[in-house]
């Protein structure tokens, strides 16, 4: 059962463009939502969260818009560059409570072209 | 470079042996966490430690196990491998035990059982 969900497993764009990621989620409990970015041979790095409180955070290039009553969020990256080309997760959690779990998608490979 | 080391990098173990792997977190961080991302997978929460404490568990039999130490350091102890158990293993470590608080992935630990 997979309460996340990355249904890309990848996506390709020119240098400059947008990139959009997508992900999907099951279980309305969940209230806090992150993107991690993974180089090969190298753990995932956060990337950039949101709260459940929020629609959009924005961070420089990147920006993740929510919208909970599709419980759906996306991650937006203005412009690509060659560098962005890794894995990106999707992740969120349940309220905090200190024990509940991170569930994380499956991850969709980003490839951005020169 | 996230200050989180893990060790080894690579391992190759038989089915029914036992495993520890180890994980040096960044300085002053008191939140471990583990992970296993099974191939073409996302990474599956193992379990948190908090100050030495395991504060939070997911769907993983008893045969997983972890010790965090007062140094920063912890490990994961797996025993009575399955050939399922193979994986790449993740440790993170944060300031505090809240999934807000920023996750640093040291490299992983590829486990082989065969």
């Known amino acids: 059962d997979q309460q996340v969900k990355q249904n890309s497993p990848s996506l390709s764009v020119q240098e400059g463009r947008i990139s959009i990621l997508n992900c999907d989620y099951t279980?309305?409990?969940?209230?806090?939502f992150l993107w991690y970015k993974k180089y090969p041979a190298e753990g995932p790095t956060f990337l950039i969260s949101?709260?459940?409180?929020?629609d959009k955070n924005e961070d420089g290039r990147f920006t993740v818009f929510l919208n909970k009553s599709a419980k759906h969020l996306s991650l937006h990256i203005v412009p690509s560059q060659p560098g962005d080309s890794a894995v990106y997760f999707c992740?969120?959690?349940?309220?905090?409570?200190?024990?509940?779990?991170?569930?994380f998608g499956k991850g969709t490979k980003l490839t951005v072209n020169p | 470079e996230t200050g989180v080391t893990q060790s080894p990098t690579h391992l190759i173990k038989t089915r029914g042996q036992q495993v520890t792997l180890r994980c040096s977190s960044q300085?002053?961080?008191?939140?471990v966490s583990w992970y296993q991302q099974a191939l073409g997978q996302g990474p599956q929460f193992i379990f948190q430690?908090?100050?030495?404490?395991?504060?939070g568990r997911g769907n993983f039999p008893p045969r997983f196990s972890g010790l965090q130490f007062p140094n920063y350091s912890s490990e994961l102890n797996v025993n009575a491998l399955e050939l399922d158990d193979s994986a790449l293993y993740l440790c993170?470590?944060?300031?505090?035990?809240?999934?807000?608080?920023?996750?640093?992935f040291g490299p992983g630990t590829r486990l082989t059982v065969l």
């Open positions: 993170a470590s944060s300031a505090g035990s809240f999934w807000t608080d920023t996750q640093y």
């Open positions: 279980n309305s409990m969940f209230d806090y």
């Open positions: 949101i709260s459940s409180i929020k």
């Open positions: 992740a969120a959690s349940f309220p905090q409570g200190g024990s509940e779990k991170l569930v």
């Open positions: 300085s002053g961080h008191n939140t």
């Open positions: 430690y908090y100050r030495e404490e395991e504060n």
